[in-house]
């Protein structure tokens, strides 16, 4: 085989590859979420600067507030629930 030939079947066995990864995330995703995933919501997310946000996130019974900006994401205070005592 020629190598053109060879590097357009190996691309395309890649790409096609992916595709199919691709799928069945897609049709997995709920269980894959439910088995592995965390249980997280974004409440709300304010505009601060043209370049920085404020974001209000519920993960796993605490409430986060992060900074997003041009440097990433960073934590600026964390909020734990309360256990509930059962009488």
């Excluded at 066995?13 to 709920?30: E, I, N, P, T």
């Excluded at 993960?59 to 934590?75: K, Q």
């Amino acid at each position: 085989m020629t190598p053109s030939l060879t590097y357009l079947l190996s691309t395309g066995l890649f790409v096609g590859g992916l595709a199919v990864v691709a799928l069945m995330l897609l049709r997995y995703r709920d269980r894959l979420q439910a088995k592995f995933g965390t249980q997280s919501a974004v409440k709300s997310i304010v505009q601060v600067t043209p370049q920085a946000r404020l974001a209000l996130v519920e993960l796993e019974g605490m409430t986060v507030l992060c900074a997003l900006g041009r440097d990433g994401i960073t934590a600026m205070e964390i909020v734990t629930r309360p256990q509930e005592h059962a009488l």
